[in-house]
């Protein structure tokens, strides 16, 4: 029989690694000082931790036995971590300088940063930002502690309204929790949606660098976690964010916390019909720029992440060309895969059906230099159940016909012969959001396309939200090898963005969400989605139009089977 009897608690208690090495320490000390036992195994500085499959910060004493998991800079969460408390650091250096200023962190750049405006002030000089940085690091190596508390939401409210801060104010009048949690360094007092590092000492790479109108937070990424890359110009990436800015400005919903204003006071109707209103003007411009071109621009090329909604754009921009006498036809780039077994491996062994040698590019520019000299052509038609290509369509094109191609490598200069490029028009489509919680809280664009395709997965191919989460971050990994390298050479950016659409994203992902059980790999990334998607008041989907962008997620797009006949 086993000997099962009552004893006095121990003062030690014992953590569990994930390759199955235990930890022992005092009971109570926090998860930091076990993990540092480890820190020199791990590929990057450690950030968080996660504990019984829940996320934690590093200040969190552990009580008892334990799975414990470190998280590092390296990994997603831990990313966000670093960002969150490096844009804190950077609020308290501004707030010291610029006392009668405001700081609005915007939106993320590719090369790793955030885009920061300056307001009630003119722009900061050379010399200012220079002193800026020189703020920061004199925080830094003090190494301060971010002391945290919960304080009441009537509390925080108040704070905040005597800062004026109304962005702030606007978005916890919503909130549904009594309370709030905020973080001090010194004097400075913040709320930051998400968790921080235990002191101002962990955030010790970065840099600020002069932009156009204003200046970039640099961090590092998460491949190279200890080092700042260089700055690369984005100017086309910058004038699709100042065009949705100024689109939220019209709507006069400049955070979450005006949206939640205006779906409360009943203008829901308004935002939604101009939101859409915009994009289909937008839309109509962009197939002018191509009319204008017509003589020269017989090829239009469209790339982007996943989740962009480039199906549904592409097909309303066909219905534009349509309307100015044009008439586009459509090649499927994975006609051109090349035979299965000839298609390249990744490191793993793994076809690798992502890389743009994976498609017959010689192929591709003969056939495309056929149909625009007007020749006619049997284009290939890519059997994925035997893995090899079959002859397809016979297409001959009129002289007024223009061909739009959509994929993943429309904007590599591979894809096509430098002779086709100067008849190109090459357009990058992403939801670029810019309507943050507030002027310190951002919204991911990652994350406006995560909830978008678990949303579409569930109903389209019957997907869990769990399933679809577990493939997001090899989707990501091929989005930063094959479409964010080239998103500048895009002669436009078309932002797919909807101020409106996490609201009605909300109700139809959070059931799915719950789905997720705890202790799942995929669990500490759902609960952040539930916590981030709370911010939004809830709006039906019956009042967005049938051939909104929205419509390919939700359901009920006109344009689902759209396609342009003729050749």
């Known amino acids: 029989m086993t000997d099962i009897r009552l004893v006095e608690q121990s003062d030690l208690v014992q953590i569990h690694l994930p390759d199955g090495r235990t930890l022992e320490g005092p009971r109570g000390l926090c998860a930091a000082e076990f993990l540092k036992k480890i820190e020199a195994d791990l590929p990057a500085p450690v950030v968080g931790v996660v504990i019984n499959g829940e996320l934690h910060e590093l200040t969190y004493p552990i009580n008892m036995e334990a799975r414990v998991r470190a998280v590092t800079m390296a990994d997603s969460d831990g990313a966000r971590i670093y960002r969150r408390s490096l844009t804190f650091v950077l609020g308290a250096a501004f707030s010291n300088l610029f006392p009668e200023a405001s700081l609005f962190v915007d939106h993320s750049v590719a090369s790793g940063g955030y885009y920061c405006d300056v307001r009630g002030r003119e722009q900061l000089t050379t010399r200012e930002l220079q002193a800026l940085e020189t703020e920061m690091q004199r925080i830094v190596d003090q190494d301060l502690p971010f002391n945290r508390r919960e304080a009441s939401l009537e509390e925080a409210i108040a704070y905040f309204e005597s800062h004026h801060l109304d962005d702030k104010v606007h978005l916890l009048k919503h909130r549904r929790k009594p309370y709030v949690t905020l973080y001090s360094i010194g004097d400075h007092v913040d709320y930051h949606h998400g968790y921080m590092v235990p002191s101002s000492g ?38 699709a964010f100042r065009q949705y800015g100024d689109w939220l400005q019209r709507l006069g919903i400049e955070s979450v916390g005006a ?102 590019l010689v192929q591709l520019g003969e056939q495309l230099q056929k149909l625009i000299n007007g020749d006619e052509v049997q284009l290939p038609h890519y059997d994925f159940k035997e893995g090899c290509q079959r002859p397809g369509d016979v297409v001959r094109l009129r002289p007024d016909q223009l061909i739009i191609m959509e994929g993943i490598h429309g904007l590599n200069p591979r894809l096509i012969p430098p002779a086709l490029l100067t008849q190109s028009f090459k357009i990058y489509a992403s939801a670029l959001t810019q309507l943050n919680l507030d002027r310190h809280n951002r919204v991911s664009t990652t994350d406006t396309r995560l909830v978008r395709r678990i949303v579409r997965d569930a109903r389209e191919r019957g997907y869990s939200a769990q399933q679809t989460i577990s493939r997001w971050e090899s989707v990501r990994r091929g989005e930063k090898n094959h479409i964010f390298p080239y998103q500048e050479y895009a002669d436009v950016m078309f932002n797919s963005a909807l101020a409106y659409e996490l609201a009605v994203l909300r109700p139809l992902a959070e059931p799915l969400l719950r789905q997720v059980q705890h202790g799942t790999p995929e669990y500490v990334e759902t609960k952040r989605l539930l916590a981030f998607l709370e911010w939004f008041l809830p709006l039906e989907p019956e009042w967005i139009p049938d051939n909104s962008i929205l419509r390919e997620f939700v359901g009920g797009s006109i344009l689902k089977d759209f396609k342009v006949w003729g050749g």
């Open 259 to 360: 949206l939640d204003d205006s779906i409360q006071a009943g203008r829901s109707r308004e935002i939604i019909l101009v939101s859409e209103a915009l994009h289909e003007q937008y839309i109509a411009s962009i197939a002018r720029q191509i009319a204008d071109r017509r003589g020269n621009a017989r090829l239009v090329l469209i790339s982007g992440p996943s989740s962009s909604g480039k199906t549904t754009f592409s097909r309303r921009l066909a219905v534009q060309l349509l309307a100015l006498g044009l008439s586009p036809f459509a090649i499927e780039l994975d006609n051109f895969f090349i035979d299965r077994e000839k298609t390249p491996k990744d490191e793993h062994g793994q076809y690798d059906f992502e890389t743009i040698d994976a498609l017959n």
């Open 202 to 239: 962990y955030v010790k790479w970065f840099g600020l660098t002069p932009s156009d109108g204003g200046f970039t937070l640099r961090f590092p990424r998460r491949h190279a976690p200890t080092t700042v890359a260089p700055m690369e110009d984005y100017p086309q990436l910058l004038t």
